[in-house]
């Protein structure tokens, strides 16, 4: 019974419940799938009560976080007596065991609206569906969340200060919405094998794409964002294996939705469908495994360890891998496939081109990725770096933006030759071109970014012509591929602005110097000390080329508890740049006032005395420090100093404080004629004082340095800007579908009825 | 026949994007050596190792910091210089990995990155990636 106790009952009670109704369910919809039409409700009824058991453990999780219940080891693993409530929540998703909850109970949710909107399927959709959703609550019931401690902590080990900030707050749940919804197509496309019903599930399935597409999308610029902003190392994408894990079933998302688009408009793809389904879900699951399983540990920055469930992970991928493969095996030769072929010089082709383009790229991504899994059998494993990625993608993108040109100027008939759409395509051409004209006087040389400004532009200006078009003819609706075009062509550009053509400088300022970088002087003015409000930080006066001026506070602080050295970067957004101002290394330098003094001794230093009488520990009687500002419990220790100068003696009591939680503050006290003097330190063993002497001419010692890396980042609001396109258009289509898919279960109903 | 010529053309694109991505990914791929190995190679290569105890350096007017790497398993060491601000923490790395090549007229490994791992109450470690 050791088990029993050493778990927290309310939660994995309600784990076991989730458990006992996703099997109940299961058993319904597979009667259901049987011809029992009476199983049907109860397998709806037992998914119901298995989303309210789900739900209930990420609710029992969330209170035992709030209340700061240390009794349950993952509340004490990630959370700590210091951190502000919306951290304290976040340290739900901070472990991977509360990553799998959070997955799984998003999955939860979205199964209910699937309920419904699997319509006559719903019983094959529903069981692959609870198939994706148990796989996840066995990894749970496994590693559970509940396990107790053997004695109740007073405080919490705290979150890792990386993920203190407000992005970090968000995106992981954001982006488990997106990993819950591939478990939809995924659905629908088996679904439809097993009934061999081939002609519905795409129509469904759509909106849920297009769905899965945009929330996983918004996390991954939420990411990009964090690191930008966060991190300090000046950019926004790393090709960094967890990154990668989010992107590839992104980008297969995206082939999807191009798939689903032509087998909606022109009854194509219907079988490669079925397949890019499955590997949008497949690739959740493989990029899941790559990123928790430990196989990547020395390889990436995000270093999970082995948590013991690669075996599970491994399992599940092989499950679900093995089972859809049987599926397609037996069945995708009997889907129909479209009977007419595109004409050469047509939509279609076009279309097609473009999407076995994305194809090649999420699959050279996956390779890039796996490098070190598949080069682990050989002599020595490797990896390999961003540079790999971007060479690859480099063709891909310009094939891209050179059918994303063309693409609004075509029709799905046989358009008459290369010379008219070359006529048509006449202004698109004008704008690529003004696009490499406005380039090459910025210092744009390379040929092949030449071309890409060409071509971006170019699918920018087509794309932005049709979609004005579309709107002003009142079809906004399906305005949607267009707008997400712009977005791309604006994207490409941010893309290549901002990673090849950014310049950085490695400064080294001497406090109160100013130095040149490239067109800008800055001066490090000062060390700001913590405040209550903000961490330690950096005040840096910049000047730009035109004189104008303005502070930058990058932040250098290290983490209370981990004893981290954090550094923040500064970014100032101007129009077509961001200035990037972040912290590398910061040297208090030696102050020339600094001496040691045992009882009685005297130092002199910049034309002053300083001798030391002796402690002063009844320090409630001096006025120099207000009691307010400590608690009662801190200790004070007064040094009796006498300080000659020029033949006069004066005796000042500088103060040391310990505050109970380990922080020592010791404020400058005047010294008559000019100049402070601070107590910084106290040896009680030797019975010896450290003094800080300031203000005083002539003293030696080293001026404070601070380094920083300078970084222009042009055009970088163009990333951000395509991405909100993106997005935009995303949703039109999302509508759209949406729309679409609802009409045809009318249709449906009123045609079974 | 114009549609075969356009097939055939696809598929030769195809065909020369996939090579093209086999030679990118065996020139990018960096892999793991021993150091004896390292020695021995000019190509770009990583080697991991932990820190020898007093053995770094930095001198902050080139900004180049010299450490010895220790291989736990072998006890065997390598020289690593690293052009860069010295990665905060630095002394209190449990494991670095270096990726760079062997710079043979300094008989010393030149690190292009480093990868820090620092012990960490968090879970696994906390590694911080410098370039």
């Known amino acids: 019974m050791s088990y029993l106790s050493s778990l927290y009952l309310p939660g994995a009670v309600a784990l076991w419940c989730a458990l006992g109704f996703s099997l ?15 199983a049907l409700l109860f397998g709806r009824r037992a998914y119901r009560f298995f989303a309210l058991a789900v739900t209930l ?92 401690l053997a004695q109740t902590p007073a405080d919490g080990v705290g979150l890792n200060p990386l993920l203190q900030d407000n992005w970090m707050v968000i995106h992981p749940p954001i982006m488990f919405i997106g990993y819950a919804a591939a478990a939809v197509p995924f659905s629908f496309a088996m679904a439809a094998l097993w009934r061999r019903d081939y002609g519905n599930w795409a129509t469904r399935a759509f909106p849920w794409a297009l769905f899965g597409f945009l929330v996983l999308g918004t996390a991954i610029l939420m990411g990009g964002y964090w690191a930008y902003k966060t991190l300090g190392w000046g950019g926004y994408w790393g090709w960094d294996p967890v990154e990668n894990a989010s992107l590839i079933p992104w980008i297969f998302g995206t082939v999807l939705i191009h798939g689903l688009y032509l087998e909606r408009t022109k009854g194509r793809f219907r079988r490669l469908n079925v397949v890019l389904a499955t590997l949008v879900f497949l690739s959740v699951l493989y990029g899941t495994f790559l990123t928790r399983s430990g196989v990547l540990a020395d390889f990436s920055v995000h270093s999970f360890v082995d948590l013991g469930i690669s075996g599970w992970l491994v399992a599940l991928m092989l499950f679900f891998f093995l089972g859809s493969a049987y599926l397609m095996a037996t069945r995708l030769r009997e889907i129909p496939s479209a009977p007419s072929e595109d004409p050469l010089l047509s939509r279609g082709t076009f279309v097609v081109l473009g999407t076995i383009a994305l194809l090649a790229s999420a699959i050279v991504v996956t390779l890039g990725t796996s490098a070190p899994l598949l080069t682990r059998f050989m002599e020595n494993p490797g990896q390999v770096g961003p540079e790999f990625y971007n060479r690859v993608n480099m063709p891909i993108a310009l094939l891209v933006a050179f059918l994303l040109s063309l693409v609004p100027l075509l029709s799905w008939r046989e358009t008459a030759g290369w010379g008219q759409l070359l006529r048509k395509a006449r202004w698109t051409l004008a704008a690529g071109l003004a696009g490499a004209a406005v380039a090459v006087p910025l210092g744009v040389r390379d040929p092949f970014h030449l071309l890409l400004v060409l071509l971006a532009v170019a699918a920018l200006a087509a794309n932005l012509a049709a979609a004005a078009g579309l709107v002003r003819r009142g079809g906004l609706r399906t305005a949607g591929g267009y707008v997400t075009h712009v977005g791309v062509g604006v994207i490409l550009l941010g893309f290549l602005a901002s990673s090849a053509y950014d310049e950085s400088a490695k400064v080294t300022l001497e406090r109160g110097r100013p130095a040149q ?71 208090p330098g030696e102050p020339g006032g600094r001496v040691i003094l045992t009882r009685d001794q005297v130092a002199e230093r910049g ?32 040094a009796v100093l006498e300080i000659t100068r020029a033949g006069r003696s004066e005796r000042v009591t500088p103060l040391f404080r310990f505050s109970p939680d380990g922080r020592t503050e010791f404020p400058p006290v005047e010294i008559p004629g000019g ?63 949406f729309r679409q898919a609802l009409r045809h279960d009318e249709v449906q109903a009123a045609a079974g009825g | 026949m114009k549609r075969r010529i356009a097939y055939i053309a696809g598929a030769l694109l195809l065909l020369a994007f996939a090579g093209f991505s086999l030679t990118s990914f065996q020139t990018a791929l960096t892999p793991y050596v021993s150091y004896p190995e390292a020695r021995e190679q000019a190509r770009t290569v990583q080697v991991a190792g932990g820190l020898a105890r007093d053995s770094s350096s930095y001198d902050a007017e080139s900004s180049s910091l010299l450490f010895t790497l220790v291989d736990p398993a072998t006890q065997q060491t390598l020289r690593v210089r690293y ?38 109450k968090y879970q696994g470690a906390e590694v911080k990636t410098y370039s």
């Open chain 1, 517 to 587: 970088v490239g067109d800008l002087t800055l001066t490090f003015h000062r060390f700001v000390p913590r405040t209550a409000a903000a961490k330690e930080r950096m005040e840096v006066e910049v000047v730009r080329a035109d004189g104008r001026r303005y502070l930058a506070y990058p932040k250098l602080f290290v983490n209370d508890r981990s004893q981290q050295l954090m550094a923040n970067p500064h970014i100032r957004s101007f129009p077509l740049l961001d200035l990037y101002i972040s912290p590398l290394e910061y040297d």
């Open chain 1, 675 to 737: 100049g402070s003097v601070a107590l910084s330190g106290i040896d009680a063993e030797s019975g010896a004082v450290e003094l800080l002497l300031a203000g005083l001419p002539e003293l030696p010692g080293t001026p404070a340095r601070l380094s920083l890396d300078v970084t222009r980042k042009p055009l970088i609001q163009l990333v951000w800007g395509g991405l909100y396109l993106i997005f935009l258009g995303g949703t039109l289509a999302g509508i759209h579908r």
């Open chain 2, 83 to 120: 052009h860069g601000v010295k990665p905060a923490n630095f002394e209190d790395a449990i494991s670095i990995v270096a990726i760079g090549s062997y710079d043979r007229s300094r008989d010393e490994f030149a690190a292009g990155k480093l990868l820090v791992k620092c012990p960490s």
């Open chain 1, 607 to 638: 034309g002053v005395a300083v001798r030391f009488l002796g402690f002063d520990l009844d320090t409630g009687a001096h006025g120099a420090m207000p009691a307010a500002s400590g608690p009662p419990t801190a200790m004070t220790v007064g």
């Open chain 1, 24 to 38: 109940a369910a299961l058993w319904g919809y597979a009667r259901a799938l049987g011809g029992d039409g009476t």
């Open chain 1, 57 to 148: 453990a990420s609710a029992v999780l969330l209170v035992c976080l709030y209340l700061r219940d240390y009794r349950i080891e993952y509340v004490y693993q990630y959370s700590g007596n210091d951190l502000a409530t919306h951290f304290q929540l976040a340290a739900f998703w901070a472990g991977q065991k509360g990553s799998f909850l959070v997955w799984l109970f998003w999955g939860a949710l979205l199964g209910l609206p699937l309920v419904r909107a699997s319509g006559r399927d719903e019983a094959p959709v529903m069981g692959t569906y609870l198939l994706t959703q148990l796989g996840l609550l066995l990894i749970l019931v496994r590693e559970n969340p509940f396990v107790m």
